[in-house]
C-alpha cells in the first residue's frame, strides 16, 4: 500500500543578490499563498518509508505531480527479477481526486481510496442520472493515510529539509534523497 501527500517549504531569505549567471539554475520555487514556496510530491510504503518523490514550486498542483511519482517507484526484490514498480493500493487526499487519476489507477490495476472533492458530488448529482455513481470509498482504510503525514514529520526533523536552506533545487533534492535513504535504514 502506498499513500501520497504534499508537503510546502518556505525558504529563508537570500544574504544577497545574485548575478543572473550564478542563479542560471532552476530554484524550485513557486510563488504561492504564502510567498516563495516550494513543494514535495512523495509515495510511501505502509510503514512510512519514502519510496519516490518530486519536487516542484510552491503553486504546481497537485495531480500534476501524481503520474511522475507513481511512475518514480522501484522497490528492489531480495532475491533476483525486476524490480517492483506498482503498488497494491494507493491512498490519497482530495488534492487527487480527479478522473484522470483514478483512469491511470484503474489502468494500471492499482487499487485506490480517494476521497471526491465536494464540486465533483455536486456537479456528479447536478447530472442526476448521467453524472454517473460515485467512486468506491472504504473509510476504515483511508483511516491509514496518516502514514504519509507522519512520513512527512519524519523527513522534517532534519532541520535543512523543514526549512530549505540550500539555494538549488539539485541540492535540495539531494538532502530529501539522503533523508529518504536514512529512513529505510
Known amino acids: 500500500m502506498a499513500g501520497v501527500g504534499r508537503l ?3 525558504p529563508r531569505p537570500p544574504a544577497r543578490r545574485r548575478s543572473p549567471k550564478r542563479g542560471a539554475r532552476s ?3 513557486g510563488r504561492s499563498r504564502g510567498g516563495l514556496t516550494s513543494k514535495i510530491h512523495l509515495a510511501c510504503d505502509s510503514v512510512g518509508r519514502p519510496l519516490a518523490f518530486t519536487l516542484t514550486g510552491g503553486n504546481t498542483n497537485d495531480c500534476t505531480q501524481f503520474t511522475a511519482v507513481m511512475e518514480a517507484i522501484r522497490v528492489p526484490r531480495i532475491g533476483p527479477g525486476r524490480p517492483r514498480t506498482r503498488p497494491a493500493h494507493v491512498l490519497g487526499d482530495k488534492g487527487y481526486s480527479s478522473r484522470a487519476i483514478r483512469t ?3 489502468r494500471h490495476g492499482i487499487g485506490h481510496t480517494i476521497p471526491e472533492r465536494a464540486d465533483q458530488v455536486r456537479n456528479r448529482l447536478r447530472r442526476g442520472s448521467r453524472g454517473g455513481r460515485p467512486p468506491a470509498f472504504d ?6 493515510r496518516n502514514v504519509v503525514e507522519r512520513c512527512f514529520n519524519r523527513l522534517k526533523q532534519w532541520r535543512g529539509i523543514a526549512t530549505r536552506y540550500d539555494k538549488t533545487a539539485e541540492s535540495y533534492q539531494a538532502a ?6 536514512l529512513m529505510w535504514a
Not at 473509510?139 to 491509514?144: F, G, I, P, S, V
Not at 530529501?176 to 535513504?181: G, R
Open 8 to 10: 510546502h517549504h518556505r
Open 27 to 29: 530554484p524550485g520555487l
Open 104 to 106: 491511470w489507477l484503474r
Open 139 to 144: 473509510k476504515q482504510l483511508y483511516k491509514r
Open 176 to 181: 530529501v534523497t539522503l533523508a529518504s535513504l
